[in-house]
């Protein structure tokens, strides 16, 4: 999983999301609300902005996430769950991005690309999160 997460409130504009987006390097934003403990509440990615704001010529300037984000619940997973298990998820709900919780708290995120790292990896397909903890990003 990814840590830290890409969110935004949920007053963020489009613009601003597709900003930070592309500064990062992600193909999604979550939605969250709360201090500490984030409460998702909906995912913007950019295929989503591609059919519910540049398709209609809408300005991303003149419209915040809310309006265009695919609105909680959303398909999560919690912590401790095997990748096998996420790769299962992704497929049967036809989703690319899952967020990782735990007691209600976004703790991560699962991509696409997550999953194919493990795959290189050798194996690490099948470890939890509690065996396999390293950020992709330090590798």
Not at 68 to 96: F, Q, S
Request: proline residues 4%; aromatic residues 4%; charged residues 25%.
């Amino acid at each position: 999983m990814t840590y830290p997460i890409l969110a935004v409130g949920v007053e963020t504009t489009v613009f601003e999301a597709i900003q930070m987006m592309v500064r990062e390097g992600k193909g999604s934003v979550l939605v969250v609300e709360g201090g500490l403990l984030k409460e998702v509440v909906g995912i913007v990615t950019t295929s989503g902005l591609f059919r519910q704001v540049f398709a209609k010529g809408i300005d991303p300037r003149n419209v915040v996430v809310w309006e265009v984000m695919t609105p909680a619940p959303l398909v999560t997973i919690g912590p401790n769950e095997t990748t096998r298990r996420a790769a299962e998820m992704m497929l049967e709900h036809k989703v690319r991005r899952l967020p990782v919780v735990e007691c209600g708290a976004l703790v991560g995120i699962i991509t696409s690309k997550d999953l194919l790292r493990c795959v290189g990896d050798g194996g690490a397909g099948e470890t939890s999160r509690s065996e396999n903890t390293s950020d992709h990003r330090r590798r």
